[in-house]
Every structure is written in structure tokens, then in C-alpha cells.
């Protein structure tokens, strides 16, 4: 009896992570430490040149998608699709900005008791053999592991077109994730990267402490930074160029969900520009023949929600799997479970 954990946004933001709709607002916060003098140029660029950007366009469209990352994210990536555009603001200057925003609050989370609530979901909700499958950039799940002693893996490993990479540790100061996937752990399939995830070619490096790594001074002024990359990914096309590391992922995300039992969804607003979840749920959902119940844990979780989901909702009518909705936030879910 296997239950897959799918978390979202609103998983997080109880530990004082941003949303999607308020991103771009909270970024505000975080610029001010990048700002000319106080870190290296290349550190200035990708958050000036994020608003910049805005600025330049945010009169054209709606106004509720001013402050969304995903967004922007998504149309700064449609302007490079298949290296069409190279010039300007790119999906890599916009990733460091999302990974520095990142990193600014979850320091702040993991020094306080926010997280307590995320600690306590790792530690008496999660049993070994469950999945765990998020759509955020934070770490908070892996941190926890940490803290709780429960070893987890990525699922990096495997075989794949085009042959294995490498995982780089040498940044990596923490001791419960494993890399080899070779004992009994907790999965944790981050279906659209992570933001301590840096590539090098088709090589991945994980860091424990991006708040300091963007600090040092040294990476960046001698432009080692520009051999890296960031497995940040937005819900959109440009998905498929993300190279073998997502794709393993997404491949073992599948194989989790056409073998769960239970299905727990927690802070996740099925937004409707992202397809790609939406269609791997239903490939892997139609093909599941154990799966039994499914619950949504979302505080909004109302009439315009299950609009929103009709075709999951008649998919799992069809299949006679029960739903159940649940109107609480990811901490009072917790609680009451524990």
C-alpha cells in the first residue's frame, strides 16, 4: 500500500516561501543584497535586468500576472526556445534571480520554527515505501530528512539515452541523501529541478548552502559561474531541452504514480499552464490499476477549484477512485494527522 505525496507552492509557503502569484513582490526584498557594491556584477545583472524586463511589458498583459515568476519565467523562455533569441534578459539570468529569492527565504525558514510543520510531515507522516513528488524549487523536504535521519534519493540514477552522469558532492555538507540509490530511502522526484541544482555539461552538482555560495566572490568574478547551469524549469515547452536530468526524474515520477495506492495532494493549484503535470497525471493515472483514493489538501480548494479539475475528477470517476477534498492549510493538515 503505496501512497505518493504530490506537494505544491502551498506546501511551502507556510514556512515563508513565496507563491507563484506573489513571487516577483517578495524578489523585491531579496534585491537590495545584490546590489551594486555589495556583490560581484554578475550577481546584479539577473535581478535588475529581471524588473527591467517587467517593466517593459507588464502594461500589456493582465495585471494578476505581474508578480507571477512562472509567468515570466515561462515567456522570458519562449523568446530563447531553440536558441531563437540570445540576446537580453535569458532563462538563465531569470534562474539565478528564482534561485537567490529561493535560497534568501528558506535561510530565514530553516532559522526560525517555521519549518516545524515540514519536520513533522518527514518525520511521523512519511513511511518508507511512500513517494514523494514536488513541483517547488526549495529544499525544506531534503532538510528535513537531514534533521529527522531518513535517508532520500533524487532518482538521478539509472539508464537513460545518451549515458549516466555524474553527481557532484563536493558542495553537499549533508549526510542523508543518497546519491547511489543503493539503500532503503525516501524518493523525492522534483519534477521541475531544484534551485541547489547546478549542471556542468550533463553533470549535476548539489550545494547545500546556496545563500552562502552566492557569496563567495570568487565563483563569479573569475566567470567560473558561466560553466554552470541552474535546473530550474518552468511549466512550459522548453521542458524538453532540460537534458537527462529531468528526464530521469520525470520517468521515475511516472513509475511512481501508475503504481500508487493513495494519492495525497497538498498545495498544489493545478495552474492550467502547466500541462505537463496535467498530462503525465493522466497518462500515468489511466494506466494505475491500484490505485484506490485520492485526497486534495489545499485551503481553496472550492467550486472553482474543482472546475479547474474536471478532467482528473471525471478520470477518477471512471475509474471508481474516490476523492476527497480537504479545506486546510499544509500545517493544519499535519497537525491533524499527527
Known amino acids: 500500500m503505496k501512497t505518493v505525496y504530490i506537494l505544491g507552492a502551498g506546501f511551502s509557503c507556510d514556512a515563508g516561501l513565496p507563491l507563484s502569484y506573489d513571487f516577483l513582490d517578495r524578489m523585491e526584498n531579496v534585491r537590495p543584497l545584490y546590489q551594486l557594491g555589495k556583490t560581484p556584477p554578475s550577481?546584479?545583472?539577473?535581478?535588475?535586468?529581471?524588473?527591467l524586463f517587467r517593466s517593459q511589458r507588464d502594461k500589456l498583459f493582465d495585471k494578476s500576472l505581474i508578480n507571477n515568476v512562472e509567468f515570466w519565467l515561462s515567456l522570458v523562455s519562449a523568446r530563447s526556445l531553440g536558441n531563437v533569441a540570445t540576446r537580453g534578459f535569458n532563462k538563465y539570468k531569470m534562474q539565478i534571480a528564482i534561485a537567490q529569492t529561493i535560497a534568501y527565504y528558506v535561510d530565514i525558514a530553516t532559522q526560525s520554527v517555521k519549518t516545524s510543520?515540514?519536520?513533522?510531515?518527514?518525520k511521523n507522516v512519511v513511511k518508507y515505501g511512500d513517494q514523494l513528488i514536488t513541483l517547488n524549487y526549495d529544499d525544506l523536504i531534503e532538510r528535513a530528512c537531514d534533521q529527522v535521519v531518513k535517508p532520500y534519493k533524487y532518482g538521478f540514477v539509472g539508464q537513460v539515452i545518451g549515458g549516466a552522469f555524474k553527481v557532484d558532492m563536493s558542495n553537499y555538507n549533508e549526510q542523508m541523501l543518497d546519491v547511489n540509490e543503493n539503500i532503503s530511502s525516501i524518493p523525492i522526484y522534483k519534477l521541475h529541478g531544484s534551485y541547489n541544482w547546478m549542471t556542468k555539461q550533463e553533470d549535476v552538482q548539489v550545494i547545500s548552502d546556496m545563500q552562502r555560495f552566492f557569496a563567495n566572490q570568487e565563483f563569479w568574478t573569475t566567470n567560473e559561474w558561466t560553466r554552470y547551469g541552474f535546473v530550474i524549469e518552468p511549466p512550459t515547452i522548453d521542458k524538453i531541452y532540460s537534458g537527462h536530468i529531468l528526464t530521469r526524474v520525470w520517468n521515475r515520477t511516472f513509475e511512481s504514480l501508475v503504481s500508487a495506492s493513495h494519492i495525497v495532494v497538498i498545495g498544489y493549484s493545478f495552474p492550467e499552464n502547466d500541462g505537463y503535470v496535467k498530462y503525465l497525471l493522466m497518462a500515468s493515472l489511466a494506466d494505475n490499476n491500484f490505485l484506490k483514493d485520492v485526497t486534495i489538501v489545499d485551503p481553496y480548494c472550492d467550486d472553482a477549484y474543482a472546475a479547474r479539475?474536471?478532467?482528473?475528477?471525471?478520470?477518477?470517476?471512471?475509474?471508481?477512485?474516490?476523492?476527497?477534498?480537504?479545506?486546510?492549510?499544509a500545517i493544519q493538515w499535519v497537525q491533524e494527522q499527527t
Request: aromatic share 14%.
Open 43 to 51: 550577481l546584479n545583472v539577473p535581478m535588475d535586468e529581471l524588473f
Open 117 to 122: 510543520y515540514v519536520i513533522s510531515f518527514v
Open 309 to 329: 479539475i474536471k478532467w482528473l475528477l471525471d478520470l477518477l470517476d471512471a475509474k471508481k477512485v474516490s476523492v476527497r477534498f480537504c479545506q486546510k492549510t
